[in-house]
Every structure is written in C-alpha cells, then in structure tokens.
C-alpha cells in the first residue's frame, strides 16, 4: 500500500491557531514596547524646519542594541525562525509533531487531503512578513514590528478559524498566473 502523498489540513490549522495566539502577544508587546516609544523632543524632518514640540508626534531615538533586546522583537525573532522551520523542514516542525503525536490520535482520519506546497509557501510569506517587520523594526521604522507583527496575525487567524489560508490563495494565484511552476 503506498503512503498518501497530502497532509492532513487540519494540522495547518492547528498550527496556525498556536502560531496567532504567539502573535498576539508579539502584537500586544510591540503596541507597549520601544517600537511605539514617543520621545519629549524632535530635531524636524528637514533643516529648515523648526523643532517640534509636541511629544504625541515624535518618537524616541533608541539604539539598536536595546531596539533588539525588547520583548517584542525576541518573540517575534522566535516566530520568525518557526516560520524558517515551517519553510525548510514541515515535517519535523514543533507544531507539525505536537499536532501528529497529540491530537491526531484523539482525532478520526481526514476525509480527504491536501497538497503540502500551499501551506509551505504561507509559512513562507510569514516569514517574509515578519522578517521585513523585524529588519525596519532594527533600522528604527516606528511602528514597523507591531504592524507586521499584526499583519501576520490577521493572516494566521482567518486560517485557525475560518481555514482560509491567505498565502495559499496567494500560492494558487501565482500559480495561475505562471509565476510559480512545479518541479
């Protein structure tokens, strides 16, 4: 008998719940943390433009050191290297071995299967997501990491709880396209 070659499309979604709540936090740590920080003065966006000295519309000068050191930047670098997991190896990833060896048991067989490529390339474009967020985060982009942070969670949210999977719409689309090709 030979082995299916489709994954179970439920394990994606089980990732993906754990994979949102994880981005929450990072959410929520970015909205308090240096990424939003105000600082008290500004030194204007041109030369000839006088300081500014209302605090709501400046933000802090922070060095890259302590940019990289926040709470929300670590958990989001941690989201970041599951994503890098997710793309490399979908198999041996952390949410992929708890969903197989914990609630798939506890679960009936799927009724059908699903191509693996779509789900790998999302974890793909999560990881680009994020990435991006994380690099303007270090630059100094205010705002930047808790935007992305949040753009990856909406993302990861409509998969854990509607199934639908927006980088696999976006695999599918491409590949309609003729951009993407298969081997």
């Known amino acids: 008998m030979s082995t299916p070659t489709g994954i179970d499309p439920r394990g ?4 993906a719940f754990i994979t949102a709540v994880l981005l929450l936090v990072a959410v929520l740590l970015g909205l308090t943390g240096l990424s939003t920080q105000q600082s008290a003065a500004s030194f204007g966006w041109f030369a000839y433009q006088p300081l500014v000295t209302d605090p709501d519309w400046t933000i802090a000068v922070v060095p890259v050191s302590e940019r990289f050191l926040d709470a929300a930047f670590l ?5 970041a290297l599951l994503f890098l997991w997710g793309v490399l190896s979908p198999r041996t990833q952390p949410w992929s ?3 197989r060896t914990t609630v798939r048991p ?10 693996p490529r779509p789900p790998r390339f999302a974890q793909g474009v999560g990881l680009f ?6 690099l303007l985060h270090l630059l100094g982009v205010p705002w930047a990491l808790p935007i ?3 753009a990856a969670f909406v993302a990861a949210f409509l998969n854990a709880v509607f199934g639908f999977c927006l ?7 491409l590949r309609r396209a003729g ?3 298969t081997a």
Do not use: K, M
């Open 12 to 15: 994606p979604r089980f990732a």
């Open 129 to 134: 997501v994020v990435g991006l967020g994380l």
């Open 148 to 150: 992305a942070a949040a």
């Open 75 to 79: 958990l989001l670098l941690a989201i």
């Open 179 to 181: 951009i993407l090709r």
């Open 97 to 99: 071995v708890l969903y």
């Open 106 to 115: 506890l679960l009936s067989p799927p009724t059908e299967l699903e191509d």
């Open 167 to 173: 980088g696999c719409e976006l695999y599918l689309l």
